[in-house]
């Protein structure tokens, strides 16, 4: 359910879910308020004194009162602690233990790295992290840092009315996050670093004093050092393995900086669930078909690199196009010749190349589900070439 509560659902002795932070108005008697229950928008500011609710850690709560609801722009609803929230994310897999782990890492405020193959979900619950505890979440892809200024500036040459060139210094998201943090106390920060071995050491140790107990790092503009606010929070994600180009290694005092996790692919009936709440017009049986033909793939040592989340996705966007909805099953060696195996190096009708070795794999999986494949899509010989 999303959107706005109504005062009328609101009603004295309903419990919902919250995250609380710190209240910074001067004038309000209360320690702690929330914006959202149950991850939508509360008519009215949320505030407890209840000493077993602690900032930043998802609660239920008990409405007690609401003040003033007959106005717009004033008023508040008052609410007790019921007890913990139940940890949950949605749209993502996640072990169990790995689940636990993070809620830790959470609550403890600490730097988070997310370590695991490609396509495996990292953006995805770093998002669901930001909306599951109400943060606003910055995305940062560190692939096009060369400098450690790049960080939080961008340099960008235009002319001026002269014709002259001049340079002008663009704050990134990162930076103007710092800023808005340090502006707005009540609000809490993600900041997400996508990629973060995708540059070179020297500019990652410029944010080491920001990942450590120094949290402060510095200001190219302002040409200072700046506090990092305690409401920002760092989560990292790294792809490693020889498959990757553009990457480099991640020293031990750069890893000390955060807590890792290691991410996998979810389980086969977590993915064809995961695929079902955004697909829903696509039948299980395809849905498990592809995922089980995704799941071979990634389990075939053979092969340098494996197959994102993202390519299943597409295979069902591609499945319930109007355009190859009505052929069913038939369509599926054709999805799959584009989304699965065109993620990988060469032709799918050529055995020597990792391509062809993945239309292998599908087509040997599509036919122990008994889809029906053409003639014609047989891997033929690749010839020899001639003298």
Request: hydrophobic share 45%; proline share 7%; net charge negative.
């Amino acid at each position: 359910m999303s959107g706005k509560w109504t005062l009328d659902e609101l009603t004295p002795g309903r419990t919902v879910e919250a995250t609380f932070w710190p209240n910074t108005s001067e004038d309000s008697p209360f320690r702690l308020r929330a914006t959202h229950l149950d991850r939508r928008r509360a008519p009215k500011v949320v505030l407890t004194n209840d000493e077993r609710v602690l900032a930043g850690i998802p609660c239920l709560v008990k409405v007690v009162a609401v003040h003033k609801p007959e106005r717009d722009d004033r008023g508040r609803i008052e609410v007790e602690y019921v007890g913990p929230a139940p940890f949950r994310l949605e749209g993502v897999y996640l072990d169990p233990l790995v689940a636990k782990k993070l809620q830790v890492l959470l609550e403890s405020g600490l730097n988070i790295l997310l370590d695991g193959p490609q396509g495996c979900g990292k953006t995805v619950l770093a998002r669901a992290i930001a909306d599951g505890l109400g943060m606003v979440f910055v995305f940062f892809n560190c692939g096009a840092v060369v400098e450690a200024s790049d960080f939080l500036v961008s340099i960008q040459v235009r002319a001026s009315s002269s014709g002259a060139p001049v340079t002008d210094f663009v704050k990134t998201e990162v930076l103007i996050a710092l800023e808005e943090a340090a502006d707005h106390p009540e609000r809490r920060y993600l900041v997400f670093l996508d990629e973060l071995n995708r540059c070179q050491e020297s500019a990652r140790n410029a944010l080491m004093p920001a990942l450590d107990a120094t949290r402060r790092v510095f200001h190219p503009i302002d040409n200072t050092f700046i506090p990092i606010p305690d409401n920002v929070q760092f989560i990292a994600a790294v792809n490693r393995g020889r498959e990757f180009t553009g990457t480099f290694g991640i020293d031990a005092a750069q890893l000390d900086r955060f807590a890792p996790l290691q991410m996998t692919y979810p389980p086969p009936p977590a993915e064809v669930e995961i695929l079902a709440r955004r697909h829903p017009t696509i039948s299980a049986g395809n849905l498990e078909i592809i995922v089980a033909v995704a799941d071979a793939i990634r389990h075939a040592g053979e092969l340098p690199g494996s197959l994102s989340v993202r390519a299943t996705d597409e295979a069902c966007i591609y499945l319930k196009h109007r355009l190859f909805a009505d052929d069913g099953k038939r369509a599926l060696p054709e999805i799959l010749k584009t989304s699965f195996c065109g993620r990988f190096p060469g032709r799918w009708d050529d055995v020597t190349t990792d391509a062809g070795a993945v239309w292998a794999i599908v087509r040997k999986t599509l036919s122990s589900h008994k889809v029906p494949l053409a003639e014609d899509e047989a891997v033929a010989p690749v010839a020899a070439p001639t003298t």
